[in-house]
Nanobody, 119 residues
């Protein structure tokens, strides 16, 4: 059983930056593809970014391409989401999730961290 704990959320002005972290425990982190999802108020949860177990392959949803960067440090059992040039529409609860392979439905989810971008 993998436990995931997100941190780094908060309130930031439009144009600002935040870095989210997701610390994993209870499993073999380096074998999992890692994902970030988000859910805005009144909307369904959506995929944001993913990274393969090795870190060599990444994927992003179009609205965040060029602004967000997903990375991981397997030695620290941690995945990051660097978010730059934030926009009010990025406001959401951000969730970390672990899956068997890149693109698969995640098996494990964190509790989420709130990101609020003010205009």
């Amino acid at each position: 059983q993998v436990q995931l704990v997100e941190s780094g959320g908060g309130l930031v002005q439009a144009g600002g930056s935040l870095r989210l972290s997701c610390a994993a425990s209870g499993g073999t982190f380096s074998t999992y593809a890692m994902n970030w999802f988000r859910q805005a108020p009144g909307k369904e949860r959506e995929f944001v970014a993913a990274i393969s177990w090795s870190g060599q392959t990444t994927r992003y949803v179009d609205p965040v391409k060029g602004r967000f960067t997903i990375t991981r440090v397997n030695a620290k059992n941690t995945v990051y989401l660097q978010m730059n040039s934030l926009k009010p529409e990025d406001t959401a609860v951000y969730y970390c999730a672990a899956g068997d392979v890149l693109g698969s439905t995640p098996n494990y989810w964190g509790q989420g961290t709130q990101v609020t971008v003010s205009s």
